[in-house]
């Protein structure tokens, strides 16, 4: 027998994210991200650490220290579930961004359904141009936002696009965006090569993100500012941009979750 894993599933907008909750070393994130990916028929995963006291905060880690706001929203979500925090209001720490993060909901279904809105204090971003892209670099992540008919974003496509960008990142991002009569409409591809991932996303809110601000930077309006965005699973995301100060942003991510259930896998 190898080690047993326990996981909560959950769909954030259609982007299938498993949280681990057994405890496992930083070093044996990697592999056992990779063997879940393998195995199992999710998007993503990530590594919730859950605190002692009530003094400590959880702690988020996605499966390859990538940036992901799916992964922070699905998190979200596991703690209401779990009823780790009696109130609809609390923090929680992640390794991509340097102050604990603030988790509200608004319960649809009794503890399976349930927006979740993600509130980031100062989160930085740094913007550079590559021809008609925007290239937008998030502490772990960077993505490139490529306004096209999204008809051509096939996979081959992303393949080429993405040997243009250069980043340090552990994780880079392909969104093809277009205006569609339903608002913004987005197909992004996501790839994370420490766990040898590379799919086109039913969902991607950091992606959203990244077309928030760049569509803000193209506007000459980065305050105040929200969108709609649609995702290829049909459903859409909410982005706030509350705040901007230089390469700083407070902003606000609403994002529909369900929770599909509890899980237990045995890796060899």
């Known amino acids: 027998m190898g080690k047993i894993i326990e996981y909560k599933l959950f769909d954030p907008a259609g982007n299938i994210t498993a949280i681990v909750s057994t405890p496992v070393p930083m070093d044996d994130r990697l592999q ?70 603030q988790i509200s909901f608004s319960l649809i279904r009794q503890r399976t359904e349930a927006v979740i809105k993600v509130s980031i204090i100062d989160f930085s971003y740094k913007v550079r141009t590559l021809g008609d892209w925007m290239l937008l670099d998030f502490n772990g992540i960077s993505h490139a936002v490529i306004f096209s008919e999204l008809e051509k974003a096939t996979v081959k496509r992303a393949k080429d696009d993405l040997s243009f960008i250069e980043t340090t990142n552990p994780a880079q991002g392909l969104i093809y965006s277009s205006s569609t009569r339903e608002g913004w409409e987005i197909v992004p591809y996501i790839s994370v090569p420490a766990v ?10 950091s992606g959203s993100i990244a077309l928030a601000l760049a569509l803000s930077i193209k506007e000459h309006k980065i305050s105040n500012n929200s969108v709609a965005i649609k995702q290829p699973s049909g459903k859409f995301l909410n982005v706030y941009i509350e705040k901007a100060e230089r390469s700083f942003v407070s902003l606000g991510l609403e994002v529909p979750v369900v929770y599909i259930g509890d899980g237990v896998i045995d890796l060899d």
């Open 32 to 101: 056992i991200g990779k063997k879940m990916l393998r195995q199992m028929n999710i998007e993503q995963m990530g590594f919730i650490s859950l605190p002692n006291n009530e003094e400590d905060l959880p702690e988020f880690q996605m499966m390859g220290g990538e940036l992901s706001g799916n992964g922070l929203a699905s998190a979200g979500m596991f703690l209401a579930v779990n009823k780790l925090n009696a109130s609809k209001v609390f923090f929680m720490r992640t390794n991509c961004l340097p102050e604990p993060i």
């Open 196 to 205: 040898d991932s590379f799919i086109c996303e039913n969902a991607c809110a």
